[in-house]
């Protein structure tokens, strides 16, 4: 379980070698569609401390009870990270920098049986001086783009799938995409009026989406890890 885990770069998106994630064949297997909940989780402020466009390894915190809650949540989700990542536009670090913090996270949770299965991240900015990044994309939260791409990538069923994010853009790109979606409301932002569901970490949500999981009619199979084979 403690072996090192490597991240493979996929356009604008991050595989971990211990991914449970296989792409799909809607075509082949249309049977497989919607049938994979996964929870979409915002990283900073919600997995790690929010420094604001961390770009190193030690800065990394990661926050109270991250590890646990991510180990019940991953028995019945698969476990996608969703991030607005425009410090790359803004030139405060590049792809690979966040490559390493990414390997770097993984590692830290992996070393207490946490898994994610994948990282979607937005290098956008509008106004970046890099004209690669600098576009009106679809992704950069409160768009909902990382979470359509997760279901057209990999088949998840929306409806069954969740997100947690601590800013109302988070929320509103769940809400966009058709997912529920809650937000940590920590002492950063405590002003939502908005009626979202709301709660103050990560393990209380995890709960409490454990337990609506586990009311809904729907009947799953626990999802197995397995070694990752989609080198
Ligand atoms: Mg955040
Ligand atoms: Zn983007």
Not at 47 to 72: A, M, N
Not at 90 to 116: C, M, P, W, Y
Not at 207 to 213: A, F, R
Request: hydrophobic share 35%; net charge positive; aromatic share 8%.
């Amino acid at each position: 379980m403690n072996q090192l885990i490597s991240i493979r770069q996929i356009k604008k998106a991050h595989l971990p070698s211990n991914s449970r994630l296989r792409r799909i064949d809607t075509i082949r297997t249309p049977g497989l569609m919607n049938c994979k909940p996964a929870i979409f989780l915002d990283r900073d402020g919600v997995l790690i401390d929010d420094v604001g466009y961390l770009s190193r390894i030690d800065q990394i915190k990661l926050l109270d009870r991250v590890p646990e809650s991510i180990l019940l949540l991953q028995q019945h989700f698969y476990i996608i990270i969703v991030t607005n990542q425009s410090g790359i536009a803004r030139s405060f670090f590049n792809e690979q920098d966040l490559l390493n913090v990414h390997t770097a996270l993984i590692n830290k949770l992996n070393a207490h049986g946490a898994i994610i299965d994948y990282i979607y991240f937005c290098p956008h900015f509008e106004g970046s001086t890099d004209p690669q990044y600098s576009i009106t994309c679809n992704c950069r939260k409160p768009l909902p783009g990382m979470l359509l791409k997760a279901r057209e990538e990999w088949g998840i069923s929306m409806n069954k799938s969740f997100l947690i994010g601590d800013m109302m853009r988070d929320v509103t790109a769940g809400e966009s995409a058709g997912v529920k979606s809650f937000l940590i409301n920590n002492s950063s932002n405590n002003r939502s009026t908005h009626s979202v569901m709301q709660s103050y970490n990560l393990w209380d949500v995890s709960q409490q989406i454990i337990s609506i999981h586990r009311k809904s009619n729907y009947t799953d199979s626990k999802i197995a890890d397995t070694d990752n084979s989609n080198a």
